[in-house]
């Protein structure tokens, strides 16, 4: 995507998109969440405290980065092809996330463009 980007073969919106909203707000949540609940009995809670607070602050990149698609002004192209690679990108752990965490992480996607205003579609979080 960098060499894209340099290239202008692609725009901002859509490197927001792969890095922010992609990677960090579906791979990284899910990841995040999956560890989250496998220390919820108490192991661990060092561990456990660490993570809550990667957890709290990617909160920020994956805002930072609906505020740049908000400013680029995505195409509704840019939009679909977020929305329904969100799904693609969750599938990647696999058995190692179960199911119920992964679409949760890849619908936050939907439910954060619809609040940002950037489709009208609701979506459920």
Do not use: N
């Not at 290239?7 to 579906?26: F, I, K, P």
């Amino acid at each position: 995507m960098a060499a894209e980007l340099a290239a202008g073969r692609t725009g901002l919106g859509q490197g927001v998109s792969l890095y922010h909203m992609l990677l960090e707000g579906v791979v990284f949540d899910a990841g995040q969440q999956a560890l989250l609940d496998d220390l919820a009995d108490g192991t661990l809670p060092g561990v456990r405290e660490g993570i809550e607070r990667v957890e709290r602050d990617e909160r920020w990149h994956v805002g930072f980065g609906l505020r740049c698609l908000i400013e680029t002004e995505p195409s509704r192209e840019v939009l679909g092809d977020l929305l329904q690679r969100a799904a693609e990108v969750a599938a990647v752990w696999g058995d190692a996330v179960p199911a119920a965490t992964r679409e949760h992480s890849a619908r936050k996607v939907a439910h954060r463009l619809h609040v940002a205003q950037l489709t009208e579609t609701p979506a459920v979080a």
